[in-house]
């Protein structure tokens, strides 16, 4: 339970930081709102973690209905997120039956 309880410290701190760095960065109607958004999408941390088979639960499809799309959108083309398969993330709307366009993954110029 300990490392369970670490563990979600630690994606949470880590959630905390992403969001306060790309806030004020995103142009984009959810740009104010990134870090709420990742939030609403911590149900579906286990659905979205590499190589995960497990398919999303009700709360997670229910975040994902809420935040709509494209706030899905900006969070699968944000910063990288630690334990996040950016693929299995663009399928969420898909396995959670959400008739969203699918996002576009933006480039990044490096």
Known sequence: MENKAKTMASLLAIVVVIGLCVQGTVAHPCGNTFFSAL???????AS??????IPP????????????????????????ISGVDRS???????????????????????
């Open 39 to 45: 939030v609403q999408l911590l149900p579906c941390r």
């Open 57 to 80: 639960n009700e709360a997670c499809c229910n975040a994902v209905r809420v935040l709509g799309q494209p706030c899905l959108c900006v969070l699968v083309n944000g910063p990288p």
């Open 48 to 53: 979205v973690a590499p190589f995960s088979p």
């Open 88 to 110: 299995l993330a663009m399928q969420l709307p898909e396995k959670c039956s959400v008739n969203f366009e699918p996002c576009e993954l933006v480039k990044k110029k490096e």
